[in-house]
């Protein structure tokens, strides 16, 4: 692994961890995770789009523009995580789906990785930034397609492509994600003038937010 890829990768652990839920007590009832993994395995579109780089299945399943989406967060998704997996591929609800992902994410286990996973692919098609560029990350700790396994200039690609995506949609991670991708020449050639354009716009999203101050310590390093 080259220098820029294990300094991405440290940034990709971070993205899949830095939205963890407070509080002092988990809201997750761990019984119902076995059903929570049923409920996906049952659907065919979370594995699909797991097989697939992010900018193909962005908004493949937006829900049309006259329907009143039904707010979620974490705490409500934690609290009913069914539901709220319902709620992502009944009503292709984009927080539901990223929430669902989360949970699984945070009260799986490391063999329950993978569903995290295709329930971030889920929530990026259903319009999530957020989803895509959580998924890049997960691809950036070889969570690979099978397509792309054995092909790191692809994979490669595949994620700078996705974070390019997700910043272009206001996602402040993915501005992030973006910024050090054509910092250090990961899937794309070196561009430290706008990789500090990208960590800028990751702070003008959210100055207080963890990614900007990621970013800050990219364009302070310099490297």
Known sequence: MTRGAAILAAIAAVVATATAALGDEPTFDPRVMSKLLREVDRRGTPNAYFQQCPTDVWRKLVPR?????????????????????????????????????????????????????AMFAQACATGSAAGCTNRGAGMR????????????????????????????????????????????????????????????????????????????SYMESGH
């Not at 039904?70 to 997996?85: G, H, T």
């Not at 992502?88 to 539901?96: I, L, R, S, V």
């Not at 054995?150 to 995506?165: M, P, Q, S």
């Not at 500090?196 to 990621?214: G, L, P």
């Open 141 to 216: 700790l070889g969570r690979l397609p099978d397509s792309l396994r054995g092909n790191e200039k692809a994979a490669n690609h595949c994620t700078y492509e996705t974070f390019k995506l997700s910043c272009s949609e206001g996602d402040a991670w993915g501005c992030t994600m973006y910024g050090a991708a054509l910092q250090n020449g990961e899937g794309v050639a070196k561009d430290k003038d706008a990789a500090t354009m990208a960590f800028k716009k990751a702070c003008e999203i959210d100055a207080s937010f963890v990614a900007c101050q990621y970013a800050k």
């Open 65 to 117: 523009s006259n329907v009143v989406l039904p707010e979620m967060n974490y705490d409500r998704c934690e609290r009913d995580a069914l539901a709220c997996a319902r709620l992502c591929f009944d009503g292709h609800n984009p927080e539901a789906c990223f929430e669902t992902a989360r949970v699984i994410q945070d009260n799986g286990g490391e063999d329950q990785q993978l569903k995290a996973e």
